[in-house]
């Protein structure tokens, strides 16, 4: 089975310009969740989707949004973009009732 | 808060010596915990699940509810065991939500 994509890879955006990231699961897995990776607070998590809803959010600011689609695809956007916001977002599928998750290889966002 | 913690931000180590990473959870109940290994310029991937109970590449981690620690053993390292290792627990919510809470991770670098 193909691995999790994302896209893009690499992103550089400025600042209050707003930016959406894309997640392709696993073939099968109806649960995509997002996590963001910075060198100062390591590993957060974003939010959960199953099945187009959401099922779990982490603490993050309301300019954090996500959505799936009936293909189990996900997005996340973010709006009004800040410096603090640089980051490797990280997606992750699982099939929804078995917890083990994958993880893609992440999209780099530098805002600037 | 149910906290992960990673004592060691780097552990440095010689080729056949014992490993032994740490990783100590806030008690909550019955605990699912995970260690996920980050090689350089790969993806984060799985590499223990304690209900598993299996070895992966001579790796395996015992769940000690009475010290409320899973840590990560290797009797003889590797120079490509070189990578970041990050504890993880999952959180349930009551809409059967998932996240990971990680630790902070511990850099690993076998030398020759």
């Known amino acids: 089975?193909?691995?999790?994509?994302q896209t893009p890879r690499y992103l550089i955006k400025t600042r209050?310009?707003?930016?959406?990231?894309?997640?392709?699961?696993?073939?099968?897995?109806r649960s995509v969740s997002w996590y963001q990776q910075t060198p100062g607070q390591g590993l957060q998590f974003l939010f959960e989707y199953f099945s187009e809803t959401q099922r779990n959010k982490g603490n993050f600011p309301g300019r954090f949004s996500g959505r799936q689609f009936s293909n189990s695809r996900s997005e996340m956007?973010?709006?009004t973009l800040?410096?603090?916001?640089?980051?490797?977002?990280?997606?992750?599928?699982?099939?929804?009732?078995q917890e083990t998750q994958y993880f893609g290889p992440g999209t780099r966002l530098l805002v600037l | 808060?149910?906290?992960?913690?990673?004592?060691?931000?780097?552990?440095?180590?010689?080729?056949?010596?014992?490993?032994?990473?740490?990783c100590n959870y806030s008690y909550s109940g019955s605990p699912?915990?995970?260690?996920?290994?980050?090689?350089?310029?790969?993806?984060?991937?799985?590499?223990l699940r304690h209900i598993s109970r299996e070895s992966i590449k001579g790796f395996t981690a015992d769940l000690n509810k009475g010290?409320?620690?899973?840590?990560?053993?290797k009797p003889f390292a590797q120079e490509e065991d070189s990578a970041m290792y990050y504890c993880a627990r999952l959180k349930k919510n009551s809409n059967?939500?998932?996240?990971?809470n990680f630790g902070k991770g511990t850099s690993l670098l076998v030398t020759p």
């Open chain 1, 1 to 5: 089975k193909a691995g999790v994509t």
């Open chain 1, 16 to 29: 209050g310009q707003q930016v959406t990231l894309s997640c392709s699961p696993i073939s099968g897995h």
């Open chain 1, 77 to 79: 956007n973010v709006s």
């Open chain 1, 82 to 97: 800040e410096l603090g916001d640089s980051a490797l977002y990280l997606c992750a599928s699982c099939s929804g009732y």
């Open chain 2, 1 to 22: 808060a149910q906290r992960v913690t990673q004592p060691e931000k780097l552990l440095s180590v010689f080729k056949g010596a014992p490993v032994e990473l740490k």
């Open chain 2, 32 to 47: 699912e915990l995970f260690w996920y290994v980050q090689y350089s310029r790969q993806r984060l991937q799985l590499l």
């Open chain 2, 67 to 73: 010290e409320t620690s899973f840590h990560l053993k």
């Open chain 2, 96 to 100: 059967s939500g998932y996240a990971l």
